[in-house]
């Protein structure tokens, strides 16, 4: 049986701790992880949001979500 998105997300978190979306998608194959990031809260999973800064492929700064969960 295949997981889900959350399932593979949750999992991904629990093992690992912090995700982004670019390892999300490169990981997990998640596109959009802020919605199943906001699925998963509403479920009561406490995760929680950090800005860190990346450089794109141009070397340029980039602000993008770092997703957190102790849990």
């Known amino acids: 049986m295949r997981k889900t998105q959350k399932q593979r997300t949750i999992d991904y978190l629990t093992r690992y701790h912090k995700l982004n979306p670019l ?6 194959g998640i596109y959009r ?5 906001l ?3 509403r479920e009561g999973y406490e995760i929680e949001t950090d800005e860190v ?7 340029e700064n980039c602000k993008v ?4 969960y102790y849990g």
Request: no cysteine; net charge positive; hydrophobic share 45%.
């Open 23 to 28: 390892k999300a998608w490169q990981s997990l």
């Open 33 to 37: 992880l802020s919605d199943v990031i």
């Open 39 to 41: 699925k998963l809260r």
């Open 53 to 59: 800064i990346v450089k794109n492929k141009f070397g």
């Open 65 to 68: 979500a770092e997703y957190r």
